[in-house]
């Protein structure tokens, strides 16, 4: 495990994925094993950056996190939704930037450059309310997706869990719904297709937000469960990818 670091530099590099999309990638670039990383709607930070330079160097793999957002995520400042123009504010940015539909048809097209790439095998992860469109791409029946891993997930559904036609590693936070949570994996345990290639792990003194922009790296719980995660994740996508 590299050393994680509380004032990091990034160690990746800026690239164009799109023709309006930039991407921040990270670990070999020849690697025909590329995870795919959806940040949160803060967007991205120098913790979520940190993370991606983990797993390319856990996995020996190539990580990419494209801006879906083009430069204008979600203001910080707007959570939490203690005012009516924050809820305005949220609301305007799920129906359009953040609306989970949007970014799947984004990322079935980044996977498409990958593979145009030279790709053989695309793992995809999400962060909190990246989780969402990460999963909805890889219930598509010809998803181009061979695993997904969801981390503080938000915006979950336990029907998304039967629809998952990959197999997925879990962990969440003290934040994520708990019956929501056992109604989820009772489906994902059902889901035979995938199941026993599924992981989960859970967080229970950890605030939902640890692995992405919110995280907290001072405080040595918060880094604790940061590390873990990544190298779960990590290991979770050598075993399947």
């Not at 990246?130 to 938000?154: M, N, R």
């Amino acid at each position: 495990m590299p050393p994680v670091e509380v004032d990091y530099k990034s160690k990746g590099r800026t690239e164009k994925i799109l023709d309006d999309m930039n991407a921040y990638v990270t670990g070999p670039e020849t690697s025909e094993k590329v995870i795919v990383g959806i940040y949160d709607v803060f967007g991205c930070w120098s913790t979520t950056e940190q993370g991606a330079d983990i797993l390319a160097q856990l996995t020996g793999m190539k990580v990419v996190l494209p801006d879906f957002f083009r430069g204008e995520p979600l203001p910080n400042d707007s959570f939490p939704m203690d005012t009516p123009e924050k809820q305005q504010i949220v609301n305007n940015f799920l129906g359009t930037k953040g609306n989970p539909m949007t970014v799947k048809g984004d990322l079935m097209q980044v996977s498409q450059k990958l593979k145009a790439n030279g790709a053989k095998s695309i793992g995809v992860y999400g962060l909190c309310w990246g989780s969402k469109p990460a999963t909805l791409a890889c219930s598509e029946k010809e998803t181009p997706f061979a695993a997904i891993a969801q981390l503080h997930p938000s915006l979950l559904d336990a029907k998304d869990a039967s629809a998952l036609q990959v197999p997925m590693a879990s962990l969440t936070s003290k934040d994520e719904p708990e019956e929501l949570m056992k109604d989820f994996y009772a489906n994902l345990k059902a889901n035979s297709a995938i199941a026993s290639r599924c992981i989960d792990h859970h967080y229970p003194d950890i605030p939902h937000g640890f692995a992405g922009s919110r995280a907290n790296l001072k405080d040595q719980a918060n880094l604790e469960a940061y590390k873990d995660a990544y190298q779960r994740t990590a290991k979770f996508f050598v075993d399947v990818l």
